[in-house]
T-cell receptor, first 116, second 114 residues
Framework: AQSVAQPEDQVNVAEGNPLTVKCTYSVSGNPYLFWYVQYPNRGLQFLLKYITGDNLVKGSYGFEAEFNKSQTSFHLKKPSALVSDSALYFCAVRDGVTGGGNKLTFGTGTQLKVEL | AAGVIQSPRHLIKEKRETATLKCYPIPRHDTVYWYQQGPGQDPQFLIS???????DKGSIPDRFSAQQFSDYHSELNMSSLELGDSALYFCASSTWTGGGYGYTFGSGTRLTVV
């Protein structure tokens, strides 16, 4: 079974400061990892994904994430936060094992609040 | 670029009524997924279809059914609606891109059961 944990319900950061939203995962095989952002009453917008290759993945809107296999983590980061980054962020995982199905399993979400 | 289209955007139904949600995937995407997101909750996987066949099943109530048609659009049918069915229902589609699966989500259908 695959699962994702986002240990923080909310992260507060001042505009201009770096931000980190944490995510750890559990899968049977190699993980496919994703970050999505959701604004109020809106759909899920894709930010970035890790399938294979470089551990540092760069995505939309200046976000990046670092895959750490030994720590089974895929934390989302941004060097300088903007007030407009305030939203709900979901980490998701897909088990890379063939035949294991390819649905995404989501974490419980982390509300990011960026203040002036 | 074409996205995943869901209709309707909003739906209000009374208890015990039925509802049908529609999803039109990105052209040439071969898999469709349905998710339910309750208020303040993370999206929960309901069911998926690959090439018009059910490929996986999650926490979908027996009152719900879904299918994928020959044109690859999918419909989620919900009967005997309950207040607890009020949620945002997402459809996503995916295909193998060579660099891994790419998933695209629709904007969702917000169902309110009163």
């Amino acid at each position: 079974a695959q699962s994702v944990a986002q240990p923080e319900d909310q992260v507060n950061v001042a505009e201009g400061n770096p931000l980190t939203v944490k995510c750890t995962y559990s899968v049977s095989g190699n993980p496919y990892l994703f970050w999505y952002v959701q604004y109020p009453n809106r759909g899920l917008q894709f930010l970035l994904k890790y399938i294979t290759g470089d551990n540092l993945v760069k995505g939309s809107y200046g976000f990046e994430a670092e895959f750490n296999k030994s720590q089974t983590s895929f934390h989302l980061k941004k060097p300088s936060a903007l007030v407009s980054d305030s939203a709900l962020y979901f980490c998701a995982v897909r088990d890379g094992v063939t035949g294991g199905g390819n649905k995404l399993t989501f974490g419980t979400g982390t509300q990011l609040k960026v203040e002036l | 670029a074409a996205g995943v289209i869901q209709s309707p955007r909003h739906l209000i139904k009374e208890k015990r009524e039925t509802a049908t949600l529609k999803c039109y995937p990105i052209p040439r995407h071969d898999t469709v997924y349905w998710y339910q997101q309750g208020p303040g909750q993370d999206p929960q996987f309901l069911i998926s279809f690959y090439e018009k066949m059910q490929s996986d099943k999650g926490s979908i109530p027996d009152r719900f059914s879904a299918q994928q048609f020959s044109d690859y659009h999918s419909e989620l049918n919900m009967s005997s609606l309950e207040l607890g069915d009020s949620a945002l229902y997402f459809c996503a589609s995916s295909t193998w891109t060579g660099g891994g699966y790419g998933y695209t989500f629709g904007s969702g259908t917000r169902l309110t059961v009163v």
